[in-house]
């Protein structure tokens, strides 16, 4: 089992940067996939990123390829999503998700974290 914490959201004006931290504690940090998802007010939850257990192997939605990158320290048990040229609609709660050496893609997740606000005032 693994427990996640996000942080490093917040206010920023369109055409920042931030970048989200998912701390992850438990066992075997490198045997778990990770995604990024968010959900804006009354939206549904959408995918925005994901990366393998290996670090090979990366996925990105299409409304967000070129500007988010996701990556991991396993050193530090941590998954990163950098986030570049914010626009308004990029304005939702990010959650980080893990899965046990599962697949890259978009579903599957049974551990989330408690999300982080994002907020990009035009």
């Known amino acids: 089992q693994v427990q996640l914490v996000e942080s490093g959201g917040g206010l920023v004006q369109a055409g920042g940067s931030l970048r989200l931290s998912c701390a992850a504690s438990?066992?075997?940090?490198?045997?778990?996939?990770f995604g990024w998802f968010r959900q804006a007010p009354g939206k549904e939850r959408d995918a925005v990123a994901a990366i393998s257990w290996s670090g090979s192997s990366t996925y990105y939605a299409d409304n967000v390829k070129g500007r988010f990158t996701i990556s991991r320290d396993n050193a530090k048990n941590t998954v990163y999503l950098q986030i570049n040229s914010l626009k308004p609609e990029d304005t939702a709660v990010y959650y980080c998700?893990?899965?046990?050496?599962?697949?890259?893609?978009?579903?599957?997740?049974?551990?989330w974290g408690q999300g982080t606000q994002v907020t990009v005032s035009s």
């Open positions: 998700a893990a899965k046990y050496l599962g697949l890259t893609n978009t579903n599957g997740y049974p551990y």
């Open positions: 438990g066992r075997s940090f490198s045997t778990y996939t």
